[in-house]
Structures are given as C-alpha cells and as structure tokens.
C-alpha cells in the first residue's frame, strides 16, 4: 500500500477479497452509473455499462440483453435461470458476469455459451448445493477472476485440478462454502495473487500451498487454523493476510518471514503469546490484533516505521510498549477494553504522534483523564465511551481539528465547557450519561451537525431549547 493512503484502502479493500481487478480500467468502470432495472436500462441501451438484475426472480433473461454493445459489467445473481439466451454472445464488451445463486442452472451449456464471449474476464458462479463444476470450465482461457459457491461434498481435488489449466487466473474464490477442508491440489494455480478461502472451518492448509509463489493477498478468515499454516511462511510476495476469527493460540516466530507484509489481521483468536519477531514486519501499515488474550507485546513496536493502523482493542494488556508513541506514521489507535493498561503513564508523552488522527480508548475505567492528549494535535475522531469520566478538562478545548467525539456511557451531569469549545466538532455523543441540563454556551457551536443524547434525564423543555439554540443541528433524544 506504498501508492495510497490507508483510508483509501478501508474504501477499497478489506475486508479484503472482494475480487476485483485494481487496474484502471476497472476503477474507470466503477464509476459508470450501474443500470438496476432492464426496462431503465433499454431507454439508453448505448449508455448502460453496468447493469445490476440480481433479486428480480427471473425464470429467463430476455433476449432484449444483447442490445448492450457496450455492456461491461452483468450481476445477474439471485435468480431463477436455468439458461442464458443466445443474445448473451452479442455483448463483445462482457468483461465481468456473476451468476451465483441460479440453482436452476443449465452448467454445462451456460458454461460453453460463456467460452464464446472472449472478453469474459471475471465470473461468479454456483450456489450452496452446487456438488459438480462442468470439466468445460477450462474452455474460459481469459478469465483472470474466479468466484466459485458450492456444497461442502464437491470434489475439491479435481475441481482444482482442472482449474490449474487456467493459466490467466489470478484471483479466486472459494468464500463461505462451510468445506470443512482443502485440498493439496490448489498448488496447481500457480498465477494466484489473490486468494480467498475464508468462511470454510479449514482446520489445516497443506504446505504445498508454498507452490503459490505470486500470491500477494491471502484471506483465511472464519477457518479453524490452530496456529500458522507452514506453507503460507514461504510466500516472501505476500501483501495481505487475513487470519481473524480462527484458533491461533500464539504468533510464533516464523511471522518474521513476511517480510512484504503490508496489511495483517489477526483479530478474533485466543493469542496469548505474541513472538518479538513481529517487529520484522518492517513495511507493515495495517495491524489489527483485536479481540485475542494477549498480555504483553514486543518492547520494540517503534520498529513499525510505516505502521498507519493498529487495533489492540479487547485484550488483556497490562501495558502497552511505549514504542507505540514513536511511530509518527501511525493515524489511528485502538486500544479498547484493556483495563490494566496505566493509561496515565503511556500517554505522559504524545510527542511522536504527529499523525494520529483516530484515537479509542473506550471501556477502559477510567475516571479521569491523561491531560496530555490534548496536545495530540491532528486528532479528528476521539472514543470515549463507556468509562467513568465525570468531566473533561479545559485543556481539551485545544483538540481544534476534533470532528467526531463519543462519550457515552459515563458520568457526566453537564455538557464540558471544554467541548462547547472545539470550532470544529460536527458529532457529539453524549447518550447514557446524567445531563439534565443544556448550557447558553452550545449555541457557539456552530460546526455541529448531530448531537445524541439519548438516556440522559433532559426534560423536553431543554430540547425545545437546544433546537432553538442550534436550528440546523440533529437532535437524537
């Protein structure tokens, strides 16, 4: 991700592998207006790109559909097509079809009717009973993308098998088949760079998936992986793993091998032992370690130079490295629900953090404060909820660039001076707390949009006055 920034990612990827081309062109497609209707679409047949039928219930697709010379992109998923008319191979353009979930499907003649669509780059295909891909599948030489939903009974080793005569193939799919297991035989697609294999209860992955050697983004997310799968530490061109939501107790050493890895998930495990040789992972920018048992981590976390991400929320830390603090590429900082963290004594200096635009630290029991975060000028975004906060100090009024600030779930009996006081906060959350009043002051408030203050003991006369105060404000009560 050295060619844009991490908020374009969140945009764009991740949630990783939704298998579409990165190139210009596709990004180009994007934004053309996607057509949701046929009938809309027929008006202008010339214009229409993109053009979305999925959810009509459709037994046949009208023949009317080759009249799109220039149709790209066909989402003809949720239906009830047992074949495709012959004017499907009028569309010199196709580049991207999805068909899943059409379990009425004809496979084995749609399969060699798509053979004659030569721009035919990407296609979904299949559904949940799917126990058979048609052997024709090889004919598709040009597809570069591959989204496959089948049964957990279908024959993975030759489905796979087959698919390694697809030479242009570089992203595939296998997401939220529930397989339960993989086979050795996906060390045929040796031109994957993306492969999305979560959703599955794999609980081993064969090390000859090291035969991969051009992959750069693996999802293995909602499996049942034990620890590190050995073969993925051989693809030194990773750029992406996703490992969340497996059974990792520990991230052993051999993590060090990645040593391209931008973007690593590892959320919603039971880690408790996290090796110092994380550190390696010197071009990492996204790190999210949510949601585990981990304790302590690696002293030396200022090593993650180009780090921008970092989640450590829900865990059981009883400190965080203050190497933390000197990471000046970081923007956003997670650290909820650790509460024996000395939150006091980590952030006593905020010097480092000249980028840091997104800071939580909710749920944390806190009564009081780190004053010192009022210095971490940059900060847009700011989590507060669910402490024991009872009010925020004036020094808070310097946070000038806070747009976004949540403190509900607290103590608080009157809305803080200090807020009243931030030019350009839009978003206030206040709801759960003990405010029965509204201040003059909140007039001065004039970037806010929304304020929430639900389950607060506000008589309706106060909100009577706080509309009156702030007219063009949302009001949540």
Not at 32 to 38: D, I
Not at 391 to 416: E, Q, V
Not at 451 to 466: A, C, F, G, T, V
Request: charged share 25%; net charge negative.
């Amino acid at each position: 991700m050295k060619n844009r920034t991490f908020k374009t990612y969140l945009a764009f990827s991740f949630i990783l592998l939704a298998f579409n081309f990165s190139t210009s062109a596709q990004s180009a497609l994007n934004e053309k207006t996607f057509y949701l209707s046929l009938e809309d679409a027929l008006k202008e047949p010339d214009q229409v790109y993109r053009l979305d039928l999925t959810w009509q219930y459709m037994l046949d697709l009208p023949p009317e559909i080759g009249q799109f010379k220039n149709l790209e992109e066909l989402n003809l998923g949720w239906n009830k097509l047992t074949i495709l008319p012959k004017t499907i191979l009028e569309l010199p353009k196709l580049k991207k079809l999805s068909l899943n979930n059409n379990p009425r499907l004809y496979l084995e003649k749609v399969v060699k009717q798509l053979m004659q669509i030569g721009s035919l780059q990407e296609l979904s295909i299949g559904w949940n009973e799917m126990k058979m891909l048609p052997a024709d599948i090889i004919g598709l030489q040009n597809l570069r993308s591959l989204q496959i939903l089948c049964d957990s009974t279908i024959d993975l080793d030759k489905m796979l098998y087959d698919l390694g005569n697809l030479k242009r193939l570089n992203e595939f799919s296998l997401r939220g088949n529930k397989l339960g297991r993989m086979s050795e035989n996906l060390r045929y697609l040796i031109n994957l760079t993306h492969l999305d294999l979560s959703g599955n209860k794999i609980p081993e992955l064969s090390p000859k998936i090291n035969r991969l050697k051009k992959l750069r983004v693996l999802n293995l997310q909602g499996n049942d992986l034990p620890e590190l799968p050995l073969g993925i530490t051989d693809l030194t061109d990773l750029h992406e793993l996703n490992l969340s939501n497996n059974k990792l107790i520990e991230i052993p050493a051999r993590i060090g091998s990645f040593e391209n890895l931008e973007i690593l998930n590892l959320s919603e495990n039971s880690i408790e032992e996290v090796s110092n040789k994380l550190v390696n992972l010197k071009n990492l920018h996204y790190l999210d370690l949510s949601r585990n048992a981990i304790q302590e981590l690696p002293s030396d976390f200022n090593e993650f130079s180009q780090l921008e991400y970092l989640d450590l929320s829900l865990n059981i830390l009883v400190d965080i490295p203050l190497g933390i603090r000197e990471i000046k590429s970081l923007s956003t900082l997670k650290v909820s629900n650790n509460q024996g963290v000395n939150f006091l004594r980590f952030f006593k200096d905020v010097g480092g953090f000249v980028r840091l635009q997104e800071l939580d630290i909710s749920a944390n029991a806190l009564d009081s404060l780190p004053v010192n975060i009022s210095d971490i000028s940059n900060l847009n975004t700011l989590n507060l909820s669910n402490n024991k906060l009872t009010f925020i100090a004036d020094d808070f009024s310097k946070l000038s660039r806070l747009k976004t600030l949540a403190l509900s779930g607290n103590d608080i009996r009157s809305i803080p001076v200090s807020i009243m006081q931030m030019p350009n906060l839009e978003v206030l959350n206040l709801d759960f707390n003990k405010i029965a009043t509204i201040p003059d002051e909140i007039g001065q408030m004039s970037s806010l949009k929304e304020i929430s203050l639900r389950y607060n003991p506000i008589p309706e006369r106060e909100i009577d006055k706080l509309q009156e105060l702030l007219p063009n404000v949302k009001i949540l009560r």
